[in-house]
């Protein structure tokens, strides 16, 4: 294929350089393709030794990294924690710790940090739009905690760090408001997290098999192997800043301390790790797997590293089931797709999938963690006609309740206040089939 008139030599350094520009401009699996013709029409022991080595590669790459062969879209669609994340008009939003207002990064790649109350009326106030070249098929966003201004933006391109003052004097931010990182190889981001103290966020993305923690103020990324079970998809900073939760692309999942930064896996599971949570004291983790319509949990102590002996226990079976709802019988239940527990440890809020019955209604559940972690169903929301709920939040509104915030794939995010009283005695094991209380009405939506 290249040899014409070139000496061997030519032809060796022709064949690098052109695999150079095929693997910079087209990607590793254009460039592996011409290395494997070249092999094919070679007779040498040397190159036929390579041609072995790069069938063999290629099989270990589809087998333990497919989404190489996704597209970016693909890749989006397939592991992002927003449920419809290609359909949606919301393709992922984040309440502030602090303050009442939210992020909503919308399907045409427009952030908009929006007022949740105006100062000066009931109504929600005004609203700034973020926009830079890099923010594409943003899957990913979040506040970071204590800081009023800091919003951390996962896409297609890595981590967008935009600063937005407030109050906010513009209704459109430029490009200079905002600092992109990247680090090469780690691009389609699906998950950020940021520490309790704010200083370090950690990000995930199911083309690297690496979780990469990030220094905000120095600019620094550092690279974490993870070695084996696929590229990450998912990853959660425990509460307590001791632990981090890394899950894969396979049925593996692990569970970091951040002293060390040692880890313990889990590898037994069914199936991957589809959706997880932490408790407000960081020492409890429910997790759902993708194929397993169940809710387990993992307890940890202190600072230890329990070396794959802890025993996930089961706390809920989800197995379809008929409740009435809103006057009608309608069968609930499946596999969860996304999970949120409320600061307080009060609610627990499910997402089911979508060829779950009953994935128009978000379930919620009481929750008590001493003396053991039990729950009891608690109620349903709805949205209006047709609609579907896509992402789930809760948000701390003092000592009275939490707010429930959904957002739905019609664009709109209805807010839900729970309201706190005793919680009975509960099931060792909960379920579906258990009575649940009447439906909760939202409060209001923007």
Not at 117 to 124: A, H, K, L, V
Not at 186 to 201: E, F, K, N, R
Not at 413 to 429: A, G, N, Y
Request: with cysteine; net charge neutral; aromatic share 8%.
């Amino acid at each position: 294929m290249l040899s014409g008139h070139l000496s061997p030599h030519g032809v060796q350094l022709a064949l690098y350089l052109y695999l150079a520009i095929c693997r910079r401009y087209h990607g590793l699996d254009r460039a592996l393709e011409i290395l494997l013709d070249e092999a094919e029409s070679s007779s040498s022991s040397p190159v036929k030794a390579c041609l072995y080595c790069v069938r063999s590669l290629r099989k270990l790459q589809a087998v333990f990294f497919p989404q190489p062969h996704l597209s970016s879209k693909d890749i989006c669609a397939k592991f992002s924690a927003t449920r419809l994340w290609s359909r949606s008009v919301i393709r992922c939003f984040a309440m502030h710790p602090r303050l009442q207002k939210v992020a909503i990064a919308r399907q045409d790649n427009v952030v908009e940090i929006k007022d949740l109350i105006s100062p000066t009326s009931n109504r929600p106030g005004r609203s700034v739009l973020l926009r830079d070249k890099q923010q594409v098929d943003v899957t990913c966003i979040q506040w970071a905690p204590h800081c009023s201004n800091l919003l951390a933006v996962g896409s297609r391109g890595g981590i967008l760090l935009w600063t937005v003052d407030h109050p906010v004097t513009t209704s459109r931010l430029l490009s200079s408001w905002v600092r992109t990182e990247t680090v090469p190889g780690h691009c389609v981001i699906t998950s950020i997290s940021w520490s309790p103290h704010g200083d370090l966020l950690i990000s995930a993305s199911p083309v690297d098999a690496h979780l990469v923690v990030w220094d905000v103020m120095l600019g620094v990324a550092t690279r974490i192997s993870v070695a084996t079970g696929g590229g990450l998809v998912a990853v959660a900073w425990s509460p307590d800043g001791r632990r981090v939760l890394t899950t894969s692309t396979m049925s593996v999942f692990r569970v970091w301390e951040t002293r060390n930064w040692t880890c313990d896996k889990w590898t037994n599971a069914s199936s991957r790790c589809r959706a997880a949570c932490w408790s407000p004291n960081g020492e409890t983790m429910v997790f759902a797997l993708e194929r397993d319509p169940s809710l387990y949990y993992l307890l940890f102590q202190g600072e230890e590293i329990t070396d794959g002996s802890a025993v996930a226990i089961k706390c809920a079976d989800l197995s379809p089931c008929v409740h009435s709802v809103d006057g009608e019988d309608v069968h609930v239940g499946g596999c969860v797709h996304s999970l949120a527990w409320d600061p307080s440890g009060e609610r627990m809020a499910i997402i089911f999938t979508d060829d779950s019955p009953g994935s128009e209604l978000v379930a919620v559940f009481r929750t008590r963690l001493s003396p053991i972690l039990e729950l009891l169903p608690g109620g349903f929301v709805r949205g209006r006609h047709g609609e579907l709920p896509v992402s789930i939040q809760f948000h701390t509104q003092g000592l009275e309740g939490t707010l429930l915030a959904v957002a739905w794939n019609s664009g709109r995010i209805s807010f839900v206040l729970h309201r706190f009283t005793q919680c009975p005695v509960l099931p060792e094991v909960t379920s579906l089939s258990h009575q649940y209380n009447s439906n909760y009405t939202e409060l209001f939506s923007i």
